[in-house]
Structure formats: structure tokens, C-alpha cells
């Protein structure tokens, strides 16, 4: 039962364009998300959150946005760079600080110059 | 280095051994977690460890995975009589709190069972 997916499992953008990358879940118990980031060979960080009381959260050039009523959730990062290439990973839980924090399975985005 | 230290990187081994990672999570954090992900697959969840608090295991995919942690610190995974599909990468992550849901995640050990 994969209560967080990305369905896109890679995304290529061309440098300076806007990059979505979009995830949904099931469990209307979620109410925290988070995207990571993670390189190769690296451990995922994270990146940005969102909590069910807000459906906009902007951390300069990375932007999630929360739609409940959709359970969809999406991070948008403009423009673009060549750094931002990574695997990038939703993540949710039924409250904030809750242990376990279930993820997806991953976007691959890859950006080019 | 301040952030979460795992041992080792890389691990092969044959199946029906038993295997030890260890952790060593960001000093002060009360939180600790362990993850795996196998090829092509997210994070799973495996286990958590809160201050002194009886460890949620509802993560663990069977009996022959087990994780303690010594003196709220340093933490060992260890998986007995490895099969192949317990190849994966071992992630483990510490936290300040239970109040900020941002994991502090080590590089990972990545597990190989031929």
C-alpha cells in the first residue's frame, strides 16, 4: 500500500525553466510534508515543508504547494540550475515530529544547459 | 564531521550471514531512524529510537531484523542470515526533537547479499 507516490520516476528540464515536480497520498491523516533532496551517494536533506494549515510555502527559488482536497502536493523550483539535478523525494506524516515519515519513491530531475 | 556517521559504506556479504551497520547520529539529537531503500524503490521506514522510550519496530520486515541503541547514542542495525532481498541501502537519520519532522540523514550503508 504506497501511501505516497511520484508517479514521474524522472523529470528533464532544460536550465532556467521551471521544474514541478508533483506527489499524491492517500492517507487523510497526513497533515506535515517535506520534500528531500538527495545526490548520489549522498543520505537525502531536506529541503522544504508544508503544513496542512497552509496550502503555499516559498524557501526562495523552491516553492511547494499543497492542494488537500486533491491530496497532491507539488515543488516547483525556478529556474532552474544545473545543482538542482538530484533525486528528489515527498515525504509525509500525520503530524509534525510524528516518527515515522513515509516517502515516495522518488523523481529523478535532471537539469540541462 | 558534525552530521550522522554510518558504518560501514559498503558491506558485501553471502547470504545466510549476519551483518552489523552502525550509527553514530548528530550529537544532542533524541531521534534516531532507520531507513532502507532498495533499487528503484523509496525510503522505507525500519525503526525508531526516542530517549529512553520503548523503540517503535513497526518498520522491521521480519524477525531477523533487529536495532538497539547504546546510551541514547550510537546505534547498530544488524540483520541475521541475510537473504538477497535484503540488499539495499541502510539510511539512518537523528533528529533534535520530535517537534520538527526534518531528518538529519547519514550517507548510508550500502548492503549487497550475494
Known amino acids: 500500500d504506497q501511501q505516497v507516490k511520484q508517479n514521474s520516476p524522472s523529470l528533464s528540464v532544460q536550465e532556467g525553466r521551471i521544474s514541478i515536480l508533483n506527489c499524491d497520498y492517500t492517507?487523510?491523516?497526513?497533515?506535515?510534508f517535506l520534500w528531500y533532496k538527495k545526490y548520489p551517494a549522498e543520505g537525502p536533506t531536506f529541503l522544504i515543508s508544508?503544513?496542512?494549515?497552509?496550502d503555499k510555502n516559498e524557501d526562495g527559488r523552491f516553492t511547494v504547494f499543497l492542494n488537500k482536497s486533491a491530496k497532491h502536493l507539488s515543488l516547483h523550483i525556478v529556474p532552474s540550475q544545473p545543482g538542482d539535478s538530484a533525486v528528489y523525494f515527498c515525504?509525509?506524516?500525520?503530524?509534525?515530529?510524528?516518527?515515522?515519515?513515509?516517502f515516495g519513491q522518488g523523481t529523478r530531475l535532471t537539469i540541462n544547459p | 564531521g558534525a552530521g550522522v556517521s554510518q558504518s560501514p559504506s559498503n558491506k558485501v556479504t553471502e547470504k545466510g550471514k549476519d551483518v552489523e551497520l552502525r550509527c553514530d547520529p548528530i550529537?544532542?539529537?533524541?531521534?534516531l531512524y532507520w531507513y532502507r531503500q532498495s533499487l528503484g524503490q523509496g525510503l522505507e521506514f525500519l525503526i525508531y529510537?526516542?530517549?529512553?522510550?520503548?523503540?517503535?519496530k513497526s518498520g522491521l520486515p521480519s524477525d531477523r531484523f533487529s536495532a538497539e541503541r547504546t546510551g541514547g547514542s550510537v546505534s547498530t542495525l544488524t540483520i541475521q542470515r541475510t537473504q538477497q532481498e535484503d540488499s539495499a541501502v541502510y539510511l539512518c537519520?537523528?533528529?533534535?526533537?520530535?517537534?520538527?519532522?526534518?531528518?538529519?540523514f547519514g550517507e548510508g550503508s550500502r548492503l549487497t547479499v550475494l
Open positions: 537519520a537523528s533528529s533534535p526533537s520530535r517537534n520538527t519532522g526534518e531528518l538529519f
Open positions: 492517507n487523510s491523516m497526513f497533515d506535515y
Open positions: 508544508i503544513s496542512s494549515i497552509k
Open positions: 515525504a509525509a506524516s500525520a503530524r509534525r515530529g510524528a516518527q515515522k515519515l513515509v
Open positions: 550529537s544532542g539529537h533524541t531521534a
Open positions: 529510537f526516542q530517549g529512553n522510550s520503548a523503540p517503535d
